[in-house]
T-cell receptor, first 112, second 110 residues
Framework: NAGVTQTPKFQVLKTGQSMTLQCAQDMNHEYMSWYRQDPGMGLRLIHYSVGAGITDQGEVPNGYNVSRSTTEDFPLRLLSAAPSQTSVYFC???????????FGQGTRLTVV | KQEVTQIPAALSVPEGENLVLNCSFTDSAIYNLQWFRQDPGKGLTSLLLIQSSQREQTSGRLNASLDKSSGRSTLYIAASQPGDSATYLCAVNGNTPLVFGKGTRLSVIA
């Protein structure tokens, strides 16, 4: 049972490049979310999904796109990377209401 | 909008002390509250989950309490050890995905 798997673990991008951060879970969880973690800011919600085909914006969605075509996968796309998107990104999954949330190990992204 | 505050932001204690970390939230309409541990450069490790109907949960030397009506939770660590040094994060689960506090950075000095 792998839990929540994020790839890649590290990435360096040039300003303006695009990329996709991958997230997959094998627990059949309905809910999946993307967070970014910055020093002094804590973890902030970017986008989330409550099921396949359903996504919504979180606190800091600008510059990011998501889609949820399957229950297992929830990729995060950076359309045109900016230095302000340098951060550590975490993916999480859970089932509704009273269950524990599980997190991936994170992707450390640097935009130069 | 749910807001989560953790006090103190940093704490340094000698080994063996018992300590309390505090978490407060503004909207009491939550399903559960979760405490996490994060080591430097690492991911989040779930420590305890308290359902909204529960008052406390225990795991080993850790005890978490929840007072939903007053919007407060505490994490009690007994007989602290240097290996407990980490950042502890509180997060509440309500009508939106988990909302996090900024964490308490704990240092346990041998």
């Amino acid at each position: 049972n792998a839990g929540v798997t994020q790839t890649p673990k590290f990435q360096v991008l040039k300003t303006g490049q695009s990329m996709t951060l991958q997230c997959a879970q094998d627990m059949n969880h309905e809910y999946m979310s993307w967070y970014r973690q910055d020093p002094g800011m804590g973890l902030r919600l970017i986008h989330y999904s409550v099921g396949a085909g359903i996504t919504d914006q979180g606190e800091v969605p600008n510059g990011y796109n998501v889609s949820r075509s399957t229950t297992e996968d929830f990729p995060l796309r950076l359309l045109s990377a900016a230095p302000s998107q340098t951060s550590v990104y975490f993916c999480a999954s859970s089932n509704p209401t009273n269950t524990e949330a599980f997190f991936g190990q994170g992707t450390r992204l640097t935009v130069v | 909008k749910q807001e989560v505050t953790q006090i103190p932001a940093a704490l340094s204690v000698p080994e063996g002390e018992n300590l309390v970390l505090n978490c407060s939230f503004t909207d009491s309409a939550i399903y559960n509250l979760q405490w996490f541990r994060q080591d430097p450069g690492k991911g989040l490790t779930s420590l305890l989950l308290i359902q909204s109907s529960q008052r406390e949960q225990t795991s080993g030397r850790l005890n978490a309490s929840l007072d939903k009506s007053s919007g407060r939770s505490t994490l009690y660590i007994a007989a602290s050890q240097p290996g407990d040094s980490a950042t502890y994060l509180c997060a509440v689960n309500g009508n939106t995905p988990l909302v996090f506090g900024k964490g308490t950075r704990l240092s346990v000095i041998a």
